[in-house]
Nanobody, 120 residues
Framework: VQLQAFGGGLVQAGGSLRLSCAAS????????VAWFRQAPGKEREFVAV????????NYADSVKGRFTISRDNSKNAVYLRMNSLKPEDTAIYYC??????????????WGQGTLVTVSS
């Protein structure tokens, strides 16, 4: 599947953003989808994942309780709602999908990323 992440931007600490991952292809509804992020000078890290049914989710400890991943298969979309943002959440956020793998992957299909900048 082809993925496109969008919704990033500049937000003050404590604010909120919702990222979207739009996908092509009807098979997307059968794909597990994850969000990853990569901060400047750091390695890419896992953020959250949602199963293809939407019934199972998992989060990195650093975002647990602040971020929520969800999906709408009728719209071929996955969302990442980010609340109580911190400067350390600043990164390029990527969505990734796979029909078999879940958790931290590896994933076969990746979007191009969207930049989130949190100012202090």
């Amino acid at each position: 599947v082809q993925l496109q992440a969008f919704g990033g931007g500049l937000v003050q600490a404590g604010g909120s953003l919702r990222l979207s991952c739009a996908a092509s292809g009807r098979a997307f509804r059968f794909y597990n989808v994850a969000w990853f992020r990569q901060a400047p000078g750091k390695e890419r890290e896992f953020v959250a994942v949602i199963s293809w049914t939407g019934s199972s989710t998992n989060y990195a400890d650093s975002v647990k309780g602040r971020f929520t991943i969800s999906r709408d298969n009728s719209k071929n979309a996955v969302y990442l709602r980010m609340n109580s943002l911190k400067p350390e959440d600043t990164a390029i956020y990527y969505c990734a999908a796979d029909s078999r793998r879940t958790g931290q992957g590896p994933y076969d299909d990746w979007g191009q990323g969207t930049l989130v900048t949190v100012s202090s």
